[in-house]
């Protein structure tokens, strides 16, 4: 009887583990389909998961089905540990984990070497995210860039950026190293690469983006509580090396930390059905969630880039000390250590003159070639070691995080008055992401990226388009303190359709430019010059190439207030009709954080366009 008791309760368990675990609110839990990356309102036909491998489902159609996958899941976590392979609670902690609080069944022991290493090196790690500014040196890389961050915490409980063995997750694509910039961009936004997690210490990133590539990286600390935290970090061990889809768009970095993210966060960080999904969107999203009732960011911390350290290096150096340093080292070819503006200044102010030509040499060596600098380099720590090591501490720049500056889409409305075609509304739309009238250092300097830009002409009588910019890059590369300096493009690229006539609003052309040129910075002022060329449809302008002239000044008055000076000349090579020059006068007055107020003056063969209007950005 006694055993007959026992075997009925044994089974009761077991029927009533196997109901709940299979009941369609289950398999149908969003967190079920987190673990599985069945993405909301995916691009496919079906419903599926974003992962390909076959390795990462145990039902045959697992990643079509996640009912069968549960069931199979189930079948394979209650079968006994075999000697010849490893067990389903090994190869899927954070399965055996999630089903476990869901319904109380326990699975059987197993020994799980790879699962226990990855808990020792990466259990109670603190969870965050890493951003990387925008680059404009890849396209992939131009609206910055996302990566899982975990860290271990001191003696004192508390997480330190300055350990550079802590790891970081990356999301990337698989790309051939023979793939050039056509096959690359065309295959990232039709679909044709995969991508996948992989992780390395820190130091490794750090050195690729703050050091190599100048891009400032922000760590944002999220404030999970420690049975979240166990289970995202057991769903990294799952997925990390598994092959996902790819699109730059749309599956991208951004994307799938979202959705790894929504794991244990019970809100979507990210639209479903979006167009495109940015680095951006994500940052924001998680800068206004909340998880058990509490802000889902815990802590945001700035990591320089070694361009910024260096600026601000010298900015702290008192005048004589930023005497020594153009004293001491006046053009990039010459290094004089014994000069006297440098001698005359104490050990502690030489230190400082020092420490800062040294972040320099560094910079230097990131952004060039030129054979003297690993000697400068060396005549500059051999000085350097003869004086105390003290040295002030760099005092930390004060900038505003991502999710704090204005935001990149924006509509405009203005009020304009052409005088050929008159009064009119004019209706701007951008999604994407920054002019040189709104682009700031969270972002990227001195530089501008809008993608998408559409501006329509209303009147009483008429709608009428007047620019689809595909692409609208510039980057002026401008130095903001007087250190020699390697030579460095300025650069322009576009492409789109506007008028190819201030007078005419329904001349519209297609067109391709792209300039190369300089540019200085003389305090406020940024005077810019640019040549190259422009590609177009000929319907309303004669022939099909024009070179092309640029020249401009952009002034920060101050962190309110920025006005860009700039003219453009076209030349088809045709004769006085073939000639054009546009200018335009554009001023931008800060009214807060999603507001802006802009005026603008253009002028172009004998007509001329005043505007007013304001700025939404969200």
């Not at 979507?268 to 509490?294: F, K, M, S």
């Not at 002019?435 to 002409?457: H, K, Q, V, Y």
Request: charged share 20%; glycine share 6%; proline share 5%.
């Amino acid at each position: 009887m006694r055993r007959l008791l026992v075997a009925l309760s044994a089974y009761l368990c077991f029927y009533v583990g196997v109901s709940q675990a299979e009941q369609p609110a289950l398999f149908d839990h969003p967190q079920w389909h987190s673990l599985l990356h069945f993405d909301r309102g995916g691009v496919f036909s079906q419903p599926r998961s974003a992962v390909l491998d076959d390795a990462f489902f145990l039902a045959e159609n697992g990643a079509f089905n996640p009912g069968a996958e549960l069931a199979a899941t189930l079948a394979a976590l209650r079968r006994p540990t075999q000697t010849d392979e490893p067990h389903a609670r090994c190869r899927f902690p954070a399965r055996a984990r999630w089903i476990t609080q869901m319904t109380g069944e326990q699975w059987p022991e197993a020994d799980c070497p790879e699962w226990d290493d990855w808990q020792r090196r990466y259990g109670d790690s603190d969870v965050g995210l890493m951003f990387a500014s925008g680059y404009l040196g890849n396209p992939a890389s131009f609206f910055g860039h996302l990566m899982l961050h975990l860290e271990k915490s001191d003696e004192n409980g508390e997480a330190t950026i300055s350990r550079l063995l802590d790891i970081s997750f990356n999301f990337g694509a698989d790309v051939p190293e023979d793939d050039g910039i056509m096959t690359y961009m065309a295959k990232g936004v039709l679909g044709g690469y995969e991508a996948r997690y992989s992780h390395a210490s820190f130091y490794r990133n750090n050195t690729v983006y703050s050091e190599r590539e100048m891009r400032d990286l922000w760590h944002y600390r999220l404030n999970l509580a420690p049975d979240k935290r166990d289970l995202l970090i057991a769903h990294l061990f799952e997925i990390h090396s598994q092959n996902f889809d790819y699109l730059f768009l749309t599956q991208n970095c951004a994307s799938r930390i979202a959705r790894t993210l929504e794991l244990v966060i019970n809100q979507d960080l990210t639209p479903g059905r979006a167009a495109w999904v940015a680095p951006e969107t994500l940052i924001r999203a998680i800068g206004e969630a909340q998880v058990d009732n509490q802000p889902l960011l815990k802590e945001t911390r700035h990591v320089p880039s070694r361009r910024l350290q260096t600026e601000r290096r010298y900015q702290q150096l008192t005048r004589q000390e930023q005497q020594a340093v153009q004293g001491t080292w006046p053009d990039v070819e010459r290094l004089d250590i014994n000069n006297a503006t440098l001698q005359v200044l104490p050990e502690e102010s030489q230190a400082r003159v020092l420490d800062t030509l040294l972040s320099h040499s560094a910079f230097l060596k990131q952004t060039g070639n030129e054979p003297s600098l690993a000697d400068m380099e060396r005549q500059l720590l051999q000085a350097r070691l003869a004086l105390p090591q003290a040295s002030s501490a760099l005092t930390p720049a004060t900038l505003t995080p991502l999710h704090e500056a204005t935001p990149s889409s924006l509509v405009r409305v203005e009020g304009l008055y052409n005088d050929k075609l008159g009064e009119a509304l004019r209706l701007t739309i951008r999604p994407l992401l920054y002019d040189l009238l709104d682009s700031n250092i969270t972002r990227m300097p001195s530089a501008a990226l809008e993608i998408g830009r559409t501006e329509f002409f209303l009147t009483n009588e008429t709608v009428r388009l007047r620019r689809l910019s595909l692409f609208h890059i510039t980057n002026l590369h401008a130095q903001s303190v007087p250190l020699p300096a390697l030579p460095s493009t300025a650069w322009h690229a576009s492409g789109g359709i506007e008028r190819s006539n201030l007078a005419c609003n329904g001349c519209l052309e297609a067109h391709a430019t792209l300039l190369a040129g300089k540019s200085y910075r003389v305090g406020r002022y940024l005077p810019f010059v640019m040549i190259g060329g422009q590609a177009r449809t000929e319907r309303y302008q004669t022939g099909p190439l024009a070179p092309t002239a640029q020249f401009g000044v952009l002034t920060d008055w101050n962190t309110e207030q920025r006005t860009l000076l700039q003219a453009t000349h076209t030349n088809a090579l045709k004769g006085a009709d073939g000639r054009r020059t546009h200018w335009q006068l554009q001023h931008r007055l800060a009214l807060g954080k999603s507001l802006d107020g802009r005026i603008g003056i253009e002028h172009a063969e004998h007509t001329k366009e005043v505007s007013v209007g304001l700025s939404w950005y969200f």
